[in-house]
């Protein structure tokens, strides 16, 4: 969420850095709430002030003499009038928060203006793939391996979805083991949380209420119950942790991972590039989250960005790192880079993982805050990447490892796990 006296105080540098996302906000509109928040509180205050002078001057009045039913007909006037100001601002208030929390996030000054067509390559790691026979997509191979059985993935749950069976699942968690031995390795902190989740945790990540229609929301027969979903992204789960906590400034940086499958509504239009695992109603992802001080955010991109490459390269494949441009970039993230994998079937770059900083964007949805060595309060950082997701890792494994009989060698990082070193 955007501070108010941020949109107040500097109107043109708020409306220009959203113009840089095609964002055409109405922030005049949202100075005119404010506007009136403000009246309103003033109002309120100058009654009350009101109020506790008439008070403090009835018992001199009684031991006097002097009447005083005047003076207590006018304290119930303005009794009612500050209770009329209370509802008054208490709708106010929630016309103010849902415009603020409707608004994307500002992007970073070095962030470029436009779509992905802006996008930079910032990094190459290695070559792609040369073969001297014809290559086959993932789909025939996964199938000819009997790594992934689609049908009866779709029998089971309909388009979107997969099943993993024998070595496709054991190369599946043999990722996930790699993925979290790292991370531990790196000193971060393993999360198991909740896959279903209430309706805050969208809210303080920024995903509600714009993007409500694109989680699958969970029934249930109380009305009365609070609104659930299924998260799409454990960064959901991890940037609540700490809602409406104030925490150490010697106790940050916060470094948290999480495994989840991921659940999406969204699932693409099954066009030929979203064939078999690349887009998906459900998939496994590893999730890097830092909550830290504004000073420290910086370093915490460039470390998870770090460790995102990382994962990629220790299983030797072919990868592009791109910077977003703010219109490419979620509407919650101030910056993005994206790692993208090569399908050499398709001929195209697949993104396997984005590592984003909201700067305070989400904290000051979820009133995560922390407390300095001088005792001020502050907004922390939320920063999160995919460590990795693997839906598209294991494709790109499979396409840029493959072999001319048909096998495809097992990534060296893999192969205790999975107990051999091709797959035939």
Known sequence: MIDINLIR????????????????????????????????????????????????????????????????????????????????????????????????????????????????????????????????NHVDLCESLKLIDYERGVKLAGNGSWLYTGKGALIEWALLDYFIKTHVKDGYTFILPPHMLNYECGLGAGQFPKFEDDVYRVETADDSAAKRFMLPTAETALVNIYRGEILSEKDLPKKLFAYTPCYRKEAGSYRAEERGMIRGHQFDKVEMVQVTTPEQSKAAFEELVGKACALVEGLGLHYRLSKLAAGDCSASMARTYDIEVWIPSMGIYKEVSSVSNANDYQARRNMTRYRGGDGKIGYVHTLNGSGLATSRILPAIVEQYQNKDGSVTVPEVLREFVGIDVLR
């Open 9 to 136: 105080n500097d109107t043109e540098h708020v409306a220009a850095a959203l113009a840089k996302r095609g964002c055409d906000a109405d922030l005049n509109k949202i100075i005119a709430i404010d506007g009136t928040r403000r009246e309103i509180i003033g109002k309120t205050e100058s009654l009350k002030a009101e109020k506790n002078k008439a008070s403090a001057q009835i018992p001199a009045l009684k031991k006097a003499g002097e009447p005083v039913d005047e003076i207590f007909a006018r304290m119930r006037e303005i009794g009612n009038e500050i209770s009329a100001c209370d509802e008054k601002l208490k709708a106010v208030e929630t016309e103010l928060r849902t415009e603020l929390l409707c608004l994307p996030n500002l992007p970073d000054e070095d962030v470029v203006a436009g779509g992905k067509e802006n996008n930079a390559v910032v990094k190459v790691y290695g070559k792609k793939p040369e073969f001297d026979f014809p290559v086959k």
